[in-house]
Nanobody
Framework: QVQLDESGGGSVQVGGSLRLSCTASITIGRITNMGWYRQAPGKQRELVARITSGGKTDYVDSVKGRFTISRDNIKNTGALEMNSLKPEDTGTYYC??????????????WGRGTQVTVSS
């Protein structure tokens, strides 16, 4: 019923930029919150940025001023603009979406991830 697909990852040098995209294919339901998580090898997954259906955003301190999260509620897509990338930004980035179905119940869905590598 719901599938999330990320794209836009790649390998860049320090100070470079990348734009990650998330496309949600939904048969029934609506997306409430969307977010981006990342996980580096040997480390726990962390929330990078999130955005509500109304456009309210939140960021982890380490990316504030460098990353920008956005969404299109009609197309059911999301994006994460990443600028001034640092080596510590390296990791697998996952799109997350909370979907409320007709029953009123909310479920969390995850994309399969896209790799981001930042080197000097």
């Amino acid at each position: 019923q719901v599938q999330l697909d990320e794209s836009g990852g790649g390998s860049v040098q320090v100070g470079g930029s990348l734009r990650l995209s998330c496309t949600a294919s939904i048969t029934i339901g609506r997306i409430t919150n969307m977010g981006w998580y990342r996980q580096a090898p040997g480390k726990q997954r962390e929330l990078v940025a999130r955005i509500t259906s109304g456009g309210k955003t939140d960021y982890v301190d380490s990316v504030k001023g460098r990353f920008t999260i956005s969404r299109d509620n009609i197309k059911n897509t999301g994006a994460l603009e990443m600028n001034s990338l640092k080596p510590e930004d390296t990791g697998t980035y996952y799109c997350n979406a909370e979907v409320t179905e007709g029953t009123g119940r909310t479920y969390r869905y995850w994309g399969r991830g896209t790799q981001v590598t930042v080197s000097s």
